[in-house]
């Protein structure tokens, strides 16, 4: 049985929409997810998944979710580093402990030391639980969502200016649902080739390049201007932002400014068959005006 944790999050549900379609049905007794309310799964269940309870911050509830299971698939949390840190352990723990015969962890592209990111913290931290866990396990380090783009260029258009504390550096972006393929795939292969996969696209653009296809795919006008981190984070601030998750951004983009975010590579066809949608495809699906016909 494969189980994906986080599956009412919007990657988690993406990777158990991909395994139903990649898998022969039914998928009843092989497909299970573990979720913190089991109420929001229900089209799921309807659907023949097995929802099970699973709480990081309770390692109690992990002994039932992670019972009976063969594959694990892993779903980094979200919040604040220490938490983070805690609830993966956490996890990686509770996998061990229930003979999990192989784990797949949703890692992230940047997990250097000397990095500025908190994101790389967390996930070098549970890498390193998983290496000291005897657990079998793969590594999907994922790049910049795309659709994370979307959202700070499409505020950004309002004004006419992209403003991040990127500098000069250049990012790989891939959609959530490409990478929940690739998840998906490793998930089911009978056997993968390394331990290491990092789910990148063929391109790392910088921001300055991206808002110049941004406003040519709109038809408006979009610049990048390179800011300080101090006023990155003032201004997520002033827009409501909690101080950790700013100050969280504004150093992913000094790691960007370094270069931290920039592989490229073919893991991702490796696992797919084929590379995940170009940046100019993902450009033009979010901005390129809607025919009103
Ligand atoms: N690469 C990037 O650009 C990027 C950007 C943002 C986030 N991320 C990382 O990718 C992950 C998935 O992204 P997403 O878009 O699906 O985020 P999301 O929609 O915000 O989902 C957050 C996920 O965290 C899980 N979670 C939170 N607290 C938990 C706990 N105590 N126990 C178990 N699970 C817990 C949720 O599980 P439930 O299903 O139980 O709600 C959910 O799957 C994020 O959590 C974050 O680690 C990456």
């Given at each position: ?16 929409q991909h395994?139903?379609a ?8 092989k497909?299970?997810?573990?979720v ?8 799921l ?8 309870h ?8 992990l ?8 594959r694990?698939?892993?779903?980094s ?5 220490e938490q ?6 956490n996890?990686?723990?509770?996998a ?9 962890y949703?890692s992230?592209?940047d ?8 994101f790389a ?8 639980a998983?290496a ?11 790049p910049?969502y795309?659709e994370?783009?979307a ?10 200016v ?5 500098g ?6 891939v ?11 490793a ?7 390394k ?6 696209g063929?391109v790392a653009?910088d ?13 408006r ?8 981190e ?6 997520l601030?002033?827009?409501g932002?909690?101080i950790?998750?700013?100050t969280a ?8 400014a370094?270069?931290r ?5 073919n893991?991702?066809?490796?696992l797919v ?5 170009s940046?100019?495809c993902l ?6 005006p809607r025919?009103?016909?």
């Amino acid at each position: 049985m494969i189980l994906v944790t986080g599956a009412n999050g919007q990657l988690g549900r993406r990777i158990v929409q991909h395994l139903i379609a990649r898998s022969p049905a039914p998928v009843a007794g092989k497909l299970a997810v573990s979720v913190r309310d089991p109420g929001k799964a229900a089209d799921l269940a309807a659907r023949g998944v097995e929802v099970r309870h699973g709480n990081f911050d309770h390692p109690d509830t992990l002994a039932n979710a992670f019972a009976g299971v063969e594959r694990l698939v892993l779903v980094s949390t979200d919040g604040p580093r220490e938490q983070r840190i805690v609830q993966q352990r956490n996890a990686v723990s509770a996998a061990a402990r229930a003979g999990i015969q192989h784990v797949y962890y949703t890692s992230f592209l940047d997990v250097a030391a000397d990095s500025p990111s908190e994101f790389a913290a967390i996930h070098r931290d549970t890498e390193a639980a998983l290496a000291n866990s005897g657990l079998a396990h793969t590594l999907l380090r994922l790049p910049l969502y795309a659709e994370g783009l979307a959202m700070i260029a499409g505020l950004a258009l309002e004004g006419g200016v992209l403003y991040l504390p990127a500098g000069k550096g250049a990012a790989s972006l891939v959609s959530r649902d490409d990478l929940a393929q690739a998840i998906a795939a490793a998930a089911l292969a009978p056997r993968l080739d390394k331990q290491v996969y990092e789910l990148t696209g063929q391109v790392a653009a910088d921001y300055a390049s991206i808002a110049t296809k941004i406003a040519r795919a709109s038809g408006r006008s979009l610049v990048y201007k390179a800011v300080q981190e101090t006023d990155y984070i003032a201004a997520l601030v002033k827009h409501g932002l909690s101080i950790w998750l700013a100050t969280a951004l504004a150093k992913l983009f000094a790691a960007v400014a370094e270069g931290r975010m920039a592989a490229t590579g073919n893991d991702f066809a490796a696992l797919v068959g084929h590379p995940p949608k170009s940046l100019d495809c993902l450009i033009h699906e979010h901005f390129a005006p809607r025919n009103k016909a």
